[in-house]
């Protein structure tokens, strides 16, 4: 099965926290199908952050909070910028190495971040949660009408 890793991780990138540069999607190879059961195998546990992020050439910033996601409960806000993660300092670093630090606590699912809010600095402890199923078929629908033709939405599982 070829499965363009492109769409799958444009799609992610969207819900993980990072900006979707909104890049024209790519048909796939694929059947509608196999997507939708290789979407939800790569969804099935993986832990998420609830914020859209927006790379700044050097530094990031919050762009978006996913209402009542980890994020927002843990008090991120729009406008927030992202100073350190789990003791490394993302200062001068983009979304590259933001998604290493987030990879990195995969394990425990938890993560402190310092950041800049009006001048100030902030620490925000966050526990990153796993996608909802609702979450999930969201991916799901979105991936299959922007890289299938029209079609059957997803199906269940």
Known sequence: MTFPRKSIVAILIIF????FAGDDAKKCTSTARECEQQIRKMMSGRRYLGAQLVDLHPGI??????????????DFREGDRLIAINGHDLTNSGIKEFKEYLGDAKETGKLWVIVQRRGSFKKIDVRLEPYTKAQIDKIVAQHLSQSHSAGPGPTQP
């Open 16 to 19: 993980v926290s990072a900006a």
């Open 61 to 74: 910033i919050v762009k978006s909070v996913v209402p009542d996601g980890p994020a927002e409960r843990a």
